[in-house]
Nanobody, 115 residues
Framework: VQLVESGGGLVQAGGSLRLSCTASGSTFSYSMGWYRQPPGKQRELVARILSDGGYTNYADSVKGRFTISRDNAETTLYLQMSNLEPEDTAVYYC??????????WGKGTLVIVSS
């Protein structure tokens, strides 16, 4: 599966952005998620959603501010980010995981939140 992220950019603190991830190619997705890698830090989970959309989980740092969703008809994953903070500055990556644990990654999209 090929994953392409979009929607990153520069935004002021308190603002909003919506990231999109379009999937193509064969996929047996069990779950999809968003991860991020802040400058000089390791990649971390932001949010994850099961293929049927029935279960989601979020990093504590984004709960109440970010919402993950997916449109299976369009094979697109979204991350609505609100009330952004400078600490949210990172490269955001889309992830697809099969039920066998095989991971696919996009190339990432950069989000910069200015104070």
């Amino acid at each position: 599966v090929q994953l392409v992220e979009s929607g990153g950019g520069l935004v002021q603190a308190g603002g909003s952005l919506r990231l999109s991830c379009t999937a193509s190619g064969s996929t047996f997705s069990y779950s999809m998620g968003w991860y991020r890698q802040p400058p000089g830090k390791q990649r971390e989970l932001v949010a994850r959603i099961l293929s049927d959309g029935g279960y989601t989980n979020y990093a504590d740092s984004v709960k109440g501010r970010f919402t993950i969703s997916r449109d299976n008809a369009e094979t697109t994953l979204y991350l609505q980010m609100s009330n952004l903070e400078p600490e949210d500055t990172a490269v955001y990556y889309c992830n697809d995981r099969t039920k066998y644990g095989m991971n696919s990654w996009g190339k990432g999209t950069l989000v910069i939140v200015s104070s």
